[in-house]
């Protein structure tokens, strides 16, 4: 996939205003990256065709929904296979309450941020599903006191 640094001005423009306000109609983006409506539209389609733009979405408030806690919960497997490795990431997409998870380096094999509405729906979440995920040989979690700084817009140069 091409890199931020294939973009020109008007690319890096529009997608900056998009991350910003993905409802924005092409009339109000194209009078602000100042391009013309149609050039503007084949620029965005474009974008979408390579797949810069991933797709659209709304941004729910995550207290509002119920749900205000946040959860870093790093897990070590027994082993580091492949097969392992696989069985592990499919359980783990199939936990609604888990929003992101890596695989990394270090000391844990995978750091997972689950949201929660209360430290009882955390137990429940802990004994019902992140224990039972295969291969884990641990588990640590710590929870978040408050959000400091949560970014949704990619910094494009």
Known sequence: MPTSNDLDRYDRAILNALQADGRISNVQLAALVNLSESACLRRVRALEESGRIDRYVALVNQ???????????????????????????????????????????????YPLRVVVSDMADFERLHKESLTRLPGVARVNSSVAIRTVQKKTELPLR
């Open 63 to 109: 207290a509002a929904a119920g749900l205000p806690g946040n959860v870093f919960v790093h897990i070590g497997l027994h082993r580091e296979e492949d097969s392992e490795l696989a069985a592990f990431e499919e359980a783990v997409r199939s936990i609604p309450e888990v929003m992101e998870c890596f695989l990394m380096t270090g000391e844990f094999d």
